[in-house]
């Protein structure tokens, strides 16, 4: 896909002829203010938005301005959770984001796609990974199996 850029803050797709635009701090302290005001509403919070759409000021709350999501560093505990769940539950990104709490369901998929799934790590390697480290913690498991997850 080739890009042309219009101007700094827009690129245009030749092949939709969609025009993309990065959010603007401006922008982002006027859907901050329209949440305050009108909660999850997001018909209202567009129109106080004007150059956005409610499906993208839904998204970029969601996604990038929440206070709830962490940009913590990824445990391999809550890998386990990701593989576990997806196992379990296929790719309902949200059901799984709620195991995780402070990761929004985005950020899982990113995750699995980018990171799990592409690197081939299974639910057994973590398990494994996991054994193989002596605990430094003076609270050590009595046995391997509490490691397990199910």
Known sequence: MSTCCESSSEKRYSRNKKIVRTWSKEEDQMLLSAIETFGNNWNEIAKAVPSRSRKQCRERFLNNLSNTNEKKQWTMFEDAIILSQRNILGNKWTQISQYLNGRSPNA???????????????????????????????????????????
Do not use: M, W
């Open 108 to 150: 899982v998929k990113n995750r699995y796609f980018g990171h799990l799934k592409r690197l081939g790590i299974t639910e057994s390697d973590i398990t494994a990974s996991v054994l193989s480290q002596k605990s430094i913690s003076a609270f050590a498991p009595v046995c391997h199996e509490l490691y397990c997850i199910v």
